[in-house]
């Protein structure tokens, strides 16, 4: 195994190896899409565990011989020193694999990593190092502390959803009206104090900048105290509180800081204020702290990351070796020309130009589409071309600005027979019925959690109406505790008189919850879930009403139980009801995205940060769309869509296909748009130009107009071909190839696939 890492060092370039090999201290390691720092990254663990930080300090690991073997024998027989290689091992720079942790973006990005160390180190010391995302290592740390802030160990942990609706409580107990200052965006506001680890009291003190601001302030504060009170941390809370903890407890600190003597961050440059101060607070004394990234590829600043924090590393952590990589190993030239030619453009950069030994390759292939239909059609026929030389449709994505780009790409591969996969779409735990039985389930983990409590009371419906909630709250309210406690003892209060039986029936199916919970296995809990509370009768009810969706989500709640089961499968004795809920409270919408299945993905740019694929299309490179007519008003705007772009172009390693449309519909309007000026900042060189058939037809039928309008009433089509941007065309594309392959072969449905070319 040894030998095997050795060959793995052994593929790295110098840059990299330097960059494994040095092993304590801050480190930084700052370069561009595809150069191999995530690869880096997981190298540099292997070599901390397998060898130790002696490594690359003169010391060198070899192959262990039959002798060494012998040799160590002796050694323990005769109390002597032990060979000099396994000194190697044994000195206390041996770094095991409980000492380090490393933060990435995203679940699947973690999994990915976990699994390049189980393959460089064997099973278990792969398993023993601790990846995983930001809000996942905060869930960690706060089910161990939460009490010491407060918080019960068995928390909640509230989706969007979940905050909407306390959110809509607290307006309607300081009578805010939500169309003066809508709910969302006091979400939305909050969410950004947090990032930025400003409390509710500051809030409260800071002098607001107007009448909004105040609003937001107070509903900051109201809302922490109700989720407080609910025992629940929302996604940014884990952060923001995990900070608060570390900072306020040294024994906690310290805890981490000795329990975690290596930390390694992928995709720096996407933390937040609140990210950053949590690396440093579990950074111990001896800094040995290595982070990667790419400034050219920040692009959450919208949600509160800061650039700085990348610009600043070395700043903050002196003596800090900062390591650049320039070599690209993922794309063509051609690709990396036209990426490097993008991002050139922006003026708040490091600066830096990426190269590769990887050849020319295609040129950029750029498309032209009449109208967003045309745009579908054209990727579905390069994606049949390449299925017909033998290619798989997992090699694949489609990558774009807004989510609401999807939909005309969706329908138009449905009706084509091209399975596909949206990242991002609902997702399986959003769904109402599966929300509701996994509400059940978390009243059972936390008694406290009144907002779970309140959707799922009268779900099915069991005669508790709203009334009835308002004076359980109110109860509960006044002697301090949660309202399940107050249903507990329902026939002791007046006030509820009229509802009691329904309400000490419903405390009679929560503690059978309870009960089976505490007697049967975890996936048996949740079809009691599903059978004791009335669900399962109410769905049968419905099927045989005629409801045709009853089936699909008495299916669903099929496939709930399944996912209990594997998970109960997956974390054997160390699986509980918190831990599943967790995970799935966890789960994002990337991480949905299964890689084994030969689908066609779709996803934003911004879900495809640190992926690759072999063929990348990037659609609707309009001005207006992208970049968004919003940003176009600020540099600073101007230069993150740039930056996305960038990320989208370096997404690609064979093959890049970029399109625009003369003219979209999205949000239910017709628009016309300019080629995206990201598309003219590439050199013509690294591209190949094509208009759509029809668009040619049309021009030369004599065009009809060649001036852009903003809008087009109906979205008739009125351009005309001479009046592009002046670069070559090659024309005549999609004539050569008729309709119908994809169908024959994959669909054998009816539909004439590119029939309008033929
Ligand atoms: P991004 O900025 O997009 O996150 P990255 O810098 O993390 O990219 P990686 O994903 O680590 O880059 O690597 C990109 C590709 O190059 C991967 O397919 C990886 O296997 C390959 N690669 C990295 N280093 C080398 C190398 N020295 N030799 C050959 N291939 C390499
Ligand atoms: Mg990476």
Not at 59 to 67: A, Y
Not at 141 to 168: C, H, N
Not at 557 to 579: F, P, R, S
Not at 732 to 740: L, P
Request: charged share 25%.
């Amino acid at each position: 195994r040894d030998t095997y890492i050795e060959k793995q060092f052994g593929r790295l370039n110098e840059m990299q190896r330097k960059a494994v090999f040095t092993t304590n201290g801050p480190l930084l390691i700052l370069a561009g899409a595809g150069s191999g720092k995530t690869t880096v990254l997981v190298n540099r663990i292997a070599n901390l565990i397998r060898f130790g930080s002696a490594h690359g300090s003169g010391w060198t690991p070899r192959e262990v011989t039959e002798d060494d073997v012998k040799a160590l024998r002796m050694a323990i027989m005769t109390g002597t020193d032990a060979p000099a290689w396994l000194d190697g091992m044994l000195r206390k720079d041996a770094v095991r694999s409980w000492n380090v942790m490393a933060i990435t973006f995203t679940n699947k990005a973690a999994g990915e990593l976990k699994e390049r160390l189980r393959n460089m180190l064997g099973g278990e010391e792969g398993d023993e190092v601790f990846a995983s995302t930001f809000h996942s290592a905060c869930v960690r740390i706060l089910r161990r502390w939460a009490e010491q802030i407060g918080y019960p160990r068995s928390f909640t942990i509230y989706d969007t959803d979940d905050a909407q609706r306390v959110m809509k409580t607290v307006y309607k107990e300081l009578s805010i009206d939500d169309k003066f200052f809508p709910v969302k965006s006091a979400i939305n506001q909050m969410s950004r104090w947090k990032d930025q680890l400003v409390s509710p009291e500051e809030a409260l003190r800071t002098p607001a900048r107007d009448t909004k601001g105040a609003i937001a302030a107070k509903v900051y504060a109201a809302y922490e105290k109700k989720l407080k009170d609910a025992g629940a941390f929302d996604f940014d809370d884990l952060i923001y509180h995990t900070v608060q903890l570390l900072a306020e407890h040294d024994e906690v600190r310290e805890f981490y800081q000795n329990k975690y003597r290596y930390l390694l961050v992928d995709e720096y440059q996407d933390t937040s204020v609140a990210q950053f101060r949590l690396v440093s607070l579990l950074t111990g004394p001896e800094k040995n702290i290595c982070v990667v990234g790419d400034d050219d590829q920040s692009i959450y600043r919208f949600r509160g990351a800061t650039i700085e924090n990348i610009l600043n590393f070395e700043r903050i952590y002196p003596g800090t070796k900062t390591i650049r990589l320039e070599q690209n190993y993922r794309s063509t030239s051609n690709i990396l020309n036209a990426a490097n030619c993008v991002i050139q453009h922006n003026t708040e950069r490091k600066g830096k130009t990426l190269w590769t030994k990887n050849g020319e390759g295609d040129k950029v292939h750029v498309y032209t589409a009449e109208n967003e239909q045309d745009e579908a059609m054209h990727i579905a026929d390069v994606i049949g071309q390449h299925l017909k030389a033998g290619g798989h449709l997992a090699d694949h994505a489609v990558l774009y600005r807004m989510n609401a780009q999807s939909a005309p790409i969706e329908s138009y591969f449905t009706r084509a027979g091209i399975p596909h996969k949206i990242v991002g779409g609902q997702r399986f735990n959003d769904r109402k019925e599966v929300k509701d039985i996994h509400s059940y389930m978390s009243i059972v983990a936390n008694p406290r959690d009144d907002v779970r409590l309140r959707r799922i009371i009268n779900e099915p419906a069991r005669k508790i109406g709203n009334t009835t909630i308002e004076v359980i709250a109110d109860l509960a309210a006044q002697e301090n505790t949660s309202m399940l406690e107050i249903i507990s003892h329902a026939d002791q209060y007046a006030r509820l008189s009229r509802s009691m039986m329904p309400l000490l029936k419903f405390w009679q199916i929560y503690e059978r919850l309870q009960e089976s919970l505490e007697t049967r296995t975890l996936d048996e809990f949740a079809s009691d879930v599903i059978e004791l509370t009335g669900y399962k009768a109410m769905l049968e009810q419905e099927v045989a009403k005629g409801h045709e969706d009853a089936a699909d989500r008495m299916q669903n709640l099929g496939q709930l139980v399944n996912n209990v089961k594997n998970y109960c499968d997956q974390h054997g004795e160390d699986a509980t009801l918190e831990g599943y809920l967790e995970d799935i409270a966890l789960i994002s919408d990337i991480d949905s995205y299964n890689e084994s299945a030969d689908r066609v993905v779709l996803m934003t740019i911004h879900s495809a940060k640190g992926l690759e694929f072999p063929y990348v299309f990037l659609i609707g490179m309009e001005e207006g769309v992208f970049p968004s007519e919003m940003s176009k008003y600020s540099e600073a705007d101007l230069e993150e869509e740039r930056r996305l772009a960038y990320v989208g172009i370096t997404r690609a390693k064979q093959e890049l296909y970029i399109s625009d449309s003369v003219t979209r519909m999205l949000y239910g309007r017709t628009q016309r748009n300019e080629p995206s000026r990201f598309l003219r900042e590439i050199e013509p060189e690294y591209m190949e130009e094509t208009r759509s058939p029809a668009l040619e037809r049309r021009s030369q039928m004599g065009g009809w107009g060649s001036s852009y309008s903003d809008t087009v009433p109906g979205g008739a089509s009125g351009y005309s071909g001479a009046s592009g941007w002046g670069r070559s065309r090659t024309g005549g594309y999609g004539s050569g190839y008729s309709s119908g392959y994809l169908n024959s072969e994959y669909n054998g449905g009816s539909r004439g696939f590119g029939s309008e070319y033929a």
